[in-house]
């Protein structure tokens, strides 16, 4: 049984090699984000010089414990490079599901302003069909939160307000709830999406597509770099 978090860590620490002294980074969120802060870290502790948007709290509380320069929007419209994780890649397409750690919205904000967006998973996230391993996340307003779930319903999907362990609704560092929607395998992601964000009350769900650079899978064998249209390389 290959350790995943080993698989994770080898994925991000390949990411750190596309980052160039003088860029503005989007750091992303999850587990196998935290290994590309940790590594981003270490070099920037030899001299590298960066300046890094994060796109949750839990990030930025890393990043700066660990010395990592931080910015914002205010100081920076356009980023150079995102590295995130991601719950789900679709082969070929290399569309994503994201979210399931709750900060999709941040995530997609930095995913569309930044001139290149690499994920960084291990082979367990590769799928032939989004939606096959989980829920899509959907951010909604916590007002009228019922209705939205009844509307996404109409979609053919069950929602599922996200709580926390301790029995709480989740709330986003935006404020929002999260409902889990299970769709089963999504055969038009581009057609989910629109009709989802059509619906009043949602803030953003977890569908990213075609919005991937590269996404680089880090497996037993390896560490590969997936292009889209299926070009890999190593
Ligand atoms: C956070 O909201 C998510 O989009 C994460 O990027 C995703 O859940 C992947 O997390 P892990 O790297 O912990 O699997």
Sequence with gaps: MADRDELKRAAAERAVEFVESGMVLGLGTGSTAAFFVEALAARVGQGLSVIAIPTSERTAAQAHRLGIPLASFAEHRQIDLAIDGADEVQRISLDLIKGR??????????????????????????????????????????????????????????????????????????????????????????????????????????????????????????????????????
Excluded: H, M, Y
């Design 101 to 234: 750690g709750g900060a999709l919205l941040r995530e997609k904000i930095v995913a569309a302003a930044s001139r290149r967006f690499i994920v960084i998973v291990d082979d367990d996230k590769l799928v032939d069909r989004l939606g096959t391993t989980g829920p899509l996340p959907v951010e909604v307003a916590q007002f009228g939160w019922q209705a939205t779930a009844d509307a996404l319903e109409r979609l053919d999907c069950r929602p599922e307000l996200r709580r926390t362990g301790a029995g709480q609704s989740f709330l986003t560092d935006g404020g929002n709830f999260i409902l889990d929607c299970r769709f089963g395998s999504i055969e038009n992601p581009v057609e989910t999406e629109r009709r989802i964000n059509a619906i009043v009350g949602v803030v953003e769900n977890g569908l990213f597509v075609g919005r991937s650079s590269a996404v680089i899978v880090a497996s037993e064998d390896g560490v590969e770099i997936l292009t889209s249209g299926g070009t890999v390389s190593r």
